[in-house]
């Protein structure tokens, strides 16, 4: 190098590394400004954008009610974050653990209902390590939220977007001995009318109907916050979707079906529920037996108070006499609910309340 040039090593050195630094700073800068596309597929499930591989914690024993310990916390934990909520995260193995491993066993294991035994095994746990892999069968791809609820599994998922927010075991209407739904006969007490007037005084009844939970797609129609106490028993913050059939939450939500009618889920849950869900979203309900789309209108009417034999029993000096009287359930080519107190359930009399 001529010597005249040496002079001017030291700048065209610091040219250089400036130019080095200004490339280096906008190509990160490019980099951390996603574009659209790449935003949209930061809505995908967790597993089908991420590598990493967490390793896996054993438990050395089978967790079961009345298990309690730091195992019982992870399991919890693991539970919690996967979207079956065991209620609160202490280490105590109690009956919200339990329905949230039932909704595992059944949704992930494929565990048939009667099969669910609410126990983590050794090897359990090691499912339950891996990632969910819970999809939607009606994917909106990506672009609303929807619910779906399994009636031969007991189980409801809340999907926003195609990614489950909630999983849940449930409790619909009971069934006979046959798995149709079973027939009920109760006396009740109303306190509104058709119209959801206050009565000037409680009006009770007996009344036949069967705990129906029909199949098909629906909407949700109403919700009401806090307590609704109706002829068929309590609801806490019912959300409706079938006439006077509301998901809610319940103090008893068993292994089996066993309610009314309405869908049943874990009162803790209920405490939030509406804010996951909102109204005229869809709620598709699988019977087992046809795909919701498949389901007619009529097969999707809830089972109305009065629908079936009413028997009652008039006792005289001499003799015993039995009478029934069936009322004729009126029918409309439209889906809309035929008033609206048929869609809230607030005391009529045309469809059964709660439960």
């Given amino acids: ?28 800068d490019e980099q951390s400004a996603p574009s659209d596309a790449s935003t949209s597929t930061a809505l995908a499930p967790p597993t089908s954008t991420t590598t990493t591989t967490v390793p896996k914690v054993p438990i050395e024993r089978s967790l079961e009610r009345g298990s309690s310990g730091d195992e019982v916390v992870m399991v919890q934990q693991r539970l919690h974050d996967i979207g079956f909520d065991p209620g609160p995260i202490d280490g105590v193995y109690g009956t919200l653990t339990i329905q949230a491993v039932w909704a595992y066993e059944k949704l992930v294991m494929g565990a048939p209902r009667a099969d669910a035994t609410g126990t983590v095994t050794p090897e359990l746990w090691n499912r339950m390590q891996e990632p969910l892999g819970v999809r939607p069968r009606r994917p909106t791809g990506g672009l609303s939220n929807h619910t779906e609820v399994y009636l031969p599994e007991q189980v409801l998922v809340v999907f926003h977007k195609d990614v489950p927010a909630l999983i849940t075991h449930i409790s619909s209407g009971e069934l006979d001995e046959f798995g149709q739904p079973a027939l009920y006969c109760e006396t009740v007490t109303y306190d509104t009318d058709l119209n959801g007037e206050l009565l000037e005084e409680p009006e009770t009844k007996d009344i036949c109907a069967y705990a129906k939970t029909p199949g098909g797609v629906f909407t949700y129609r109403r919700l009401i916050q806090g307590t609704r106490s109706g002829p068929l028993g309590d609801m806490w913050n019912p959300v409706y979707f079938n006439y006077g059939i509301a998901v809610h939450g319940a103090l008893s939500v068993p292994a089996e ?24 979203e869809k709620i598709l309900v699988w019977n087992g037996e046809k795909e919701p789309e498949d389901v007619t209108y009529a097969e999707s009417l809830p089972s109305f108070d009065g629908s079936v034999p009413n028997p009652s029993t008039t006792t005289t000096s001499t003799t015993t006499t039995t009478s029934t009287t069936t009322t004729t359930v009126p029918t409309t080519s439209s889906s809309e609910p035929m008033s609206t107190t048929s869609i809230d359930g607030i005391g009529e009399s045309s469809t059964s309340v709660a439960d």
């Fill in 1 to 28: 190098m001529p010597p005249d040039s040496r002079k001017w090593l030291p700048a065209i050195l610091a040219a250089l590394l400036l130019v080095i630094v200004v490339v280096a700073s906008r190509g990160g």
């Fill in 257 to 280: 079906p066993a309610s009314h009618g309405c869908v049943r889920i874990p009162l803790h849950i209920s405490e939030y529920f509406q804010t996951l869900v909102a109204i005229d």
